[in-house]
């Protein structure tokens, strides 16, 4: 797949305008989570905020990693996967104590947003694991770089999909 220079300076301007966003509240958010009263929430916030922190370090570390064994880039997409998925659902369980916080602590909108998440959450951690073990990893087409790289399409779009839909039910 060809980029073009335009594609790319826009990928590029999005990367600046996120990081000098985060490099701007940086104060805001330490003095917001050096203040006193912890609870359940912050801690969960926390988790929720910098769990996509070690997904990306998971990531570039399996992309520039050399491509020796097969096992190994499989354990590497494994724990990659692990921290995807456990930011999505800290990430939902954000959105699910929203929810439940604006339908005033409705009890039944509570356990109906907990079993279809419960649902959603299973099958996409089904799919993640089963699309990946099967897919072989390869070299890149580019020789200087080197890297665990699936060389078949995946279906982990799937996931994206169904917690696209939980968001549009609640």
């Known amino acids: 797949m060809e980029y073009s220079s335009d ?9 600046i305008a996120t990081t000098y966003d985060y490099a701007c509240s940086l104060h805001e958010e330490w003095t917001f989570l050096l203040q006193p009263p912890w609870s359940k929430v912050k801690g969960l916030y926390i988790v929720a905020r910098y ?4 997904f990306l370090i998971a990531n570039l570390y399996m992309s520039f990693t050399p491509n020796e064994n097969p ?3 499989q354990v590497l997409g494994n724990i990659g996967s692990v921290f995807g998925i456990a930011s999505v659902m800290f990430s939902e369980c954000f959105f699910i104590l929203r929810t439940y916080a604006l339908w005033n602590n409705n009890r039944i909108v509570l356990v109906a947003m907990l079993s279809t998440f419960f649902i959603v959450f299973v099958s996409s951690v089904g799919i993640s694991f089963v699309t990946t073990e099967s897919t072989p990893y390869a070299s890149s ?5 080197t890297g665990c790289y699936q060389s078949s399409i995946s279906l982990l779009f799937i996931p994206y ?4 839909m939980f968001q549009l039910g609640g």
């Open 7 to 15: 594609d790319i300076a826009a990928a590029r301007s999005l990367q």
């Open 51 to 54: 769990i996509p922190f070690a």
């Open 71 to 73: 096992g190994k880039c």
């Open 141 to 145: 087409a580019i020789p200087s770089i």
């Open 161 to 164: 999909l169904l917690f696209s």
